[in-house]
């Protein structure tokens, strides 16, 4: 195919025609969940109807459904009516129950094109794409090893390890584009798997800024809902909202919290998110920091900005080298100041005003926290910097419209 343009294209085109596009999404997860890559597809399904294109989402049995929106399930699997995130032997089951659904949904809505999520998804969507002539694009939010390995599931040293990646790769060349949620995640492509740059598309995360709003709240709802968790007033609240787990940080965020204990007493962790919640309180338990640290558990996504706004400064501890990081996204609509460990990908977000730590580093880590404490007024400058910047390049709607203009590039030279 020829090169996927850049541009947003012309407003004649079909983005902007009033035809709007059929547009079948397959997403091999429990959506929608509150975290993460749901996050992704939900702003772009958003963003797309807003354009006028139509969404049907083929997803697993378990989820929450979201008013409005197309939401197609598999059949419920008799020996597991649950499913856990991340990787599971189950999800062979889960997958092949995906397949067949979104084939039946394929055949009674004939979409013009497929947007699928992750590595299964776009191995599902290709063959789908193949049997009805129609274009697919793959929504790459990291590596599936990568993520495996992250997860424990899988050892890179073992016989398993090149099968999978050789697997990968060619799911990936199956792809005609690629969306990628970081510009490192495009050069991983490249790098490691071999696919020609003009197939790769950078599309990072973006945020919904009316929605991740910080005026939106007044004084007195965030006074009650501080008071409801009940965080004292003289601290400072630094925030985490994501999934819990030692590839997110979870536990240096623990670690963190226990030195800045020893230091001050003037600081507050609000940690928001599954799963694990038992294993990591057991943990702060252990570190004698249960009274500086408060776990929330699952918070919904319209939840999300009101107990966000809470924060003074937010946190991302994540050392995953190869997936988005998203969430720091919703942290800079709110306004506020981020430590992050170092990573290309939170450069990428975060810019000039990110304060980052060496990634592992738990003392540089809580340094940086305690720096920003300090220094309120320099808390507000990076705070109102990282907004505008948010404002300026990650905005949903621009993203939209080149989702469509890529769609429209694979449907004419398709025709």
């Given at each position: 195919?020829?090169?996927?343009?850049?541009?947003?294209?012309?407003?004649?085109?079909?983005?902007?025609?009033?035809?709007?596009?059929?547009?079948?999404?397959?997403?091999?997860?429990?959506?929608?969940?509150?975290?993460?890559?749901?996050?992704?597809?939900?702003?772009?399904?958003?963003?797309?109807?807003?354009?006028?294109?139509?969404?049907?989402?083929?997803?697993?049995?378990?989820?929450?459904?979201?008013?409005?929106?197309?939401?197609?399930?598999?059949?419920?699997?008799?020996?597991?009516?649950?499913?856990?995130?991340?990787?599971?032997?189950?999800?062979?089951?889960?997958?092949?129950?995906?397949a067949w659904k979104a084939?039946?949904?394929?055949?009674?809505?004939?979409?013009?094109?497929?947007?699928?999520?992750?590595?299964?998804?776009?191995?599902?969507?290709?063959?789908?794409?193949?049997?009805?002539?129609?274009?697919?694009?793959?929504?790459?939010?990291?590596?599936?090893?990568?993520?495996?390995?992250?997860?424990?599931?899988?050892?890179?040293?073992?016989?398993?390890?090149?099968?999978?990646?050789?697997?990968e790769k060619k799911i990936?060349?199956?792809?005609?584009?690629?969306?990628?949620?970081?510009?490192?995640?495009?050069?991983?492509?490249?790098?490691?798997?071999?696919?020609?740059?003009?197939?790769?598309?950078?599309?990072?995360?973006?945020?919904?800024?009316?929605?991740?709003?910080?005026?939106?709240?007044?004084?007195?709802?965030?006074?009650?809902?501080?008071?409801?968790?009940?965080?004292?007033?003289?601290?400072?609240?630094?925030?985490?909202?994501?999934?819990?787990?030692?590839?997110?940080?979870?536990?240096?965020?623990?670690?963190?919290?226990?030195?800045?204990?020893?230091?001050?007493?003037?600081?507050?962790?609000?940690?928001?998110?599954?799963?694990?919640?038992?294993?990591?309180?057991?943990?702060?338990?252990?570190?004698?920091?249960?009274?500086?640290?408060?776990?929330?558990?699952?918070?919904?996504?319209?939840?999300?900005?009101?107990?966000?706004?809470?924060?003074?400064?937010?946190?991302?501890?994540?050392?995953?080298?190869?997936?988005?990081?998203?969430?720091?996204?919703?942290?800079?609509?709110?306004?506020?100041?981020?430590?992050?460990?170092?990573?290309?990908?939170?450069?990428?977000?975060?810019?000039?005003?990110?304060?980052?730590?060496?990634?592992?580093?738990?003392?540089?880590?809580?340094?940086?926290?305690?720096?920003?404490?300090?220094?309120?007024?320099?808390?507000?400058?990076?705070?109102?910097?990282?907004?505008?910047?948010?404002?300026?390049?990650?905005?949903?709607?621009?993203?939209?419209?080149?989702?469509?203009?890529?769609?429209?590039?694979?449907?004419?030279?398709?025709?």
């Open positions: 195919m020829t090169e996927v343009s850049s541009a947003i294209g012309s407003q004649q085109d079909i983005a902007s025609s009033g035809q709007g596009l059929k547009v079948l999404m397959i997403a091999p997860t429990s959506f929608f969940s509150d975290y993460g890559g749901h996050i992704r597809i939900l702003e772009e399904t958003l963003a797309l109807r807003h354009l006028g294109h139509r969404v049907t989402i083929v997803t697993y049995q378990q989820g929450r459904d979201l008013d409005g929106i197309d939401i197609r399930r598999t059949a419920k699997l008799p020996y597991r009516t649950d499913y856990e995130v991340g990787s599971s032997r189950h999800k062979i089951a889960f997958d092949a129950l995906l084939l039946r949904v394929a055949q009674q809505i004939r979409p013009d094109v497929i947007h699928a999520h992750m590595h299964e998804g776009a191995l599902i969507g290709a063959v789908i794409a193949r049997l009805f002539n129609i274009p697919l694009v793959f929504d790459y939010q990291g590596s599936l090893t990568a993520e495996m390995i992250d997860h424990d599931f899988l050892d890179p040293q073992g016989s398993i390890y090149p099968i999978l990646h050789s697997i990936c060349h199956a792809s005609p584009v690629i969306l990628t949620s970081s510009s490192r995640a495009k050069r991983l492509l490249m790098r490691e798997f071999r696919m020609p740059q003009k197939r790769i598309v950078p599309l990072p995360d973006c945020v919904d800024l009316s929605r991740f709003d910080p005026q939106r709240f007044s004084d007195q709802e965030r006074a009650n809902l501080r008071a409801h968790l009940n965080i004292p007033s003289e601290r400072v609240i630094v925030t985490y909202l994501g999934l819990l787990a030692d590839y997110q940080g979870t536990d240096h965020l623990i670690q963190t919290a226990q030195i800045l204990k020893a230091q001050r007493k003037d600081v507050h962790f609000l940690i928001m998110g599954y799963p694990n919640v038992d294993k990591y309180q057991t943990i702060a338990n252990t570190f004698g920091v249960s009274d500086r640290v408060t776990f929330t558990g699952k918070i919904p996504y319209d939840s999300a900005p009101l107990y966000l706004s809470l924060g003074d400064i937010s946190v991302s501890a994540k050392m995953s080298a190869t997936e988005g990081s998203g969430k720091v996204l919703n942290y800079m609509a709110m306004g506020q100041p981020i430590v992050a460990y170092d990573s290309q990908v939170h450069r990428e977000y975060l810019g000039e005003w990110g304060i980052y730590a060496p990634s592992g580093d738990v003392e540089a880590f809580a340094a940086a926290i305690g720096n920003l404490i300090d220094q309120p007024e320099w808390r507000s400058e990076i705070g109102r910097n990282l907004h505008q910047r948010a404002e300026q390049q990650f905005s949903w709607s621009a993203a939209a419209l080149r989702i469509v203009s890529v769609y429209e590039q694979l449907i004419h030279a398709n025709d």
